[in-house]
């Protein structure tokens, strides 16, 4: 019929167009649809196909961060975050990106559309790599096809932390943790401490919970507030704090003294929190002033780190009269 042959005609025009064009005919929109939601263009360093991407990366193997204890190997540490749904509560939790990846042909799925919408929205990098590339990327875990890049998180040092405490009305606030390791405790921690108006958290770099993307996500943006430390040596640091006036005090269950009543609250003032399991360490226990407890009754064996915390910190603050803040 003529109408089919015009049919087949002004198909068969368009195979031989798009053909010289070295296109594929009949996409049907798939082409356009892999654009979207990319974001700008992310920095060389982020692209791993780009020489700015491997240079950087065998520049941090040589010199790695002094004090920040051990380096993670690169895919399995704090600065990725895998899988769909940690993804996607990731972004909405406000962590911090650095770059996100989208393996090539991944099933877009509404949660892989969500992400993809929020990076868009958000003018967050979107770049689309292989899933073999992203599975080098992130250590062969199981990524479902997207992950982000955090940003390595700079640690302060123990002088800031005094230096912030001097232009405090109470001569500063820290919140010291022992053996913590449970980065959502961290996270927890690092919250009450800035509800509580504290300087700083901090942390020593061997045996304790660092800033995950868990502990991130736990303080609930309060990790963007509050400065975390870290010390190759707590009680050294904590030495040094007790030479710049502050009083440590300890939280030990079987103390007798209540925190409440604990000297030193109303001045310059370290909290340290130990483990729920283990408490404070020998060595941490000597260093402190004194020690002080929570009294619960004698049905609960301990409190968890991070509401022994806050416990703690808010008798801290009725002493003081400082009520969330200082």
């Known amino acids: 019929m003529p109408g089919n042959s ?27 649809r892999g654009l979207r939601g990319r974001g700008p263009t992310p920095k060389a360093e982020d692209r791993p ?14 010199q790695p961060k002094q004090g920040s204890g051990p380096r993670t190997p690169k895919g399995v540490g ?14 909405h939790a406000g962590l911090p990106v650095r770059a996100s990846y989208v393996a090539e042909g991944a099933e877009h799925d509404s949660r892989l559309r969500e992400i993809l919408s929020f990076t868009a929205d958000h003018s967050m990098p979107m ?17 479902q096809g997207v992950a982000i890049r ?26 010291a943790l022992d053996k913590v390791t449970d980065p959502r405790n961290l996270g927890a921690i690092i919250r009450s401490a800035a509800a509580f108006g504290a300087q700083g958290v901090l942390i020593p770099s061997r045996r304790s919970a660092s800033m995950t ?12 507030r509050i400065p975390v430390a870290m010390a190759s040596n707590l009680n050294q640091s904590l030495g040094k704090l007790k030479k710049a006036g502050y009083t440590v005090v300890g939280l030990a269950g079987e103390a007798d003294a209540d925190i409440a009543a604990a000297p030193g609250l109303d001045g310059p003032l370290v909290l340290v929190i130990g483990s729920e399991g283990e408490g404070l360490a020998r060595l941490t226990r000597e260093t402190c002033d004194t020690l002080a407890s929570i009294p619960i009754t004698s049905q ?13 910190l808010y008798e801290v603050s009725r002493v003081r009269g400082t009520g969330s803040g200082e």
Request: glycine fraction near 14%; charge should be positive.
């Open 127 to 143: 770049l689309q790599v292989s899933r073999g590339e992203l599975d080098r990327l992130t250590g062969g875990t199981n990524h």
């Open 150 to 175: 955090m940003p390595e998180y700079e640690y302060a040092e123990v002088d800031d932390l005094i230096a912030a405490g001097v232009e405090s009305p109470a001569g500063g606030l820290v919140v």
């Open 213 to 224: 993307a868990a502990a991130w996500k736990t303080s609930a943006g309060a990790a963007a």
């Open 49 to 62: 196909y780009h020489k700015a991407y491997k240079d950087k990366q065998q520049r941090d193997a040589r």
């Open 300 to 312: 609960v064996e301990s409190l968890n780190a991070s509401v022994a915390a806050s416990i703690a």
């Open 78 to 91: 704090p600065e990725w975050v895998i899988g769909r749904n940690a993804v996607l509560e990731a972004l």
């Open 6 to 32: 015009q049919r087949r005609g002004a198909g068969a025009n368009r195979s031989g167009k798009n053909a010289g064009k070295g296109t594929t005919a009949g996409s049907g929109g798939r082409v356009r």
